[in-house]
């Protein structure tokens, strides 16, 4: 056999053992159990967060979100709030950095500063979701060591763009379903325009009022 050719087939095995697997494995589209739609929400805490909570109050929804714990430091108060009134709390690492561009000992001291900052305030995160939604060996090396179940999306509308509301809530229906859980970002990282945010908590309300004769209104999930 040519060289070349096993060199080929030898970096593209290495890369799927190295990148693919962790990635396949944690990007599961997992669907919970349950006839509702599900809320998630990433990259905050924020000044918008406590708008969000607010709506999911008023309609009667807990949610999950996935925290950054560069934000949790700066609005701790806020995170109590959020565990005292029912939402599950999951780790989105320390920093936004992407997995993919970090060592393995970096992400995981910053998945260990990250949990550290919910413990810091008396809490457990439950959860995980990768910043990019990248899984890596050290993130899965990670949540089997704290015991952190990995909670992927089913439904991404791209609302870290500043969009019409309209065309983003259309998205959100269409991937609404039984057992689907969406994802919303009541926080601002990377390319994100810092003003999309801010559209969260409308969208969040209309969302609720337009699944109201779906067949998969939205729900609180937890844990079974
Ligand atoms: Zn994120």
Known sequence: MDKVYILGLLILVLALLIYGIPLLYGRRKVHLKGDRTYISFDDGPSEVTPQVLEVLDQVGVKATFFLLGEEIVKRPQLVKKMAAEG?????????????????????????KRGYKAFEDLGL?????????????????????????????????????????????????????????????HDGTKGTANPLAKTLVPQLLEDLNDALKGHPAPLGTWRRP
């Open 87 to 111: 939402h599950q709390l999951g780790l989105h690492g320390y920093s936004h950095r992407h997995p993919l561009k970090m060592t393995f000992p970096s992400q995981y001291e910053d998945l």
């Open 124 to 184: 457990k995160p439950a959860y995980y979701r990768a910043p990019h939604g990248a899984y890596t060996w050290a993130s899965l090396y990670f949540c089997s060591k704290y015991h952190l179940k990995i909670l992927h999306w089913t439904g991404l509308v791209g609302d870290w763009n500043l969009e019409e509301e309209d065309v983003l809530l259309g998205r959100l229906e269409a991937l609404s379903g039984p057992g689907h859980l969406l994802v919303l």
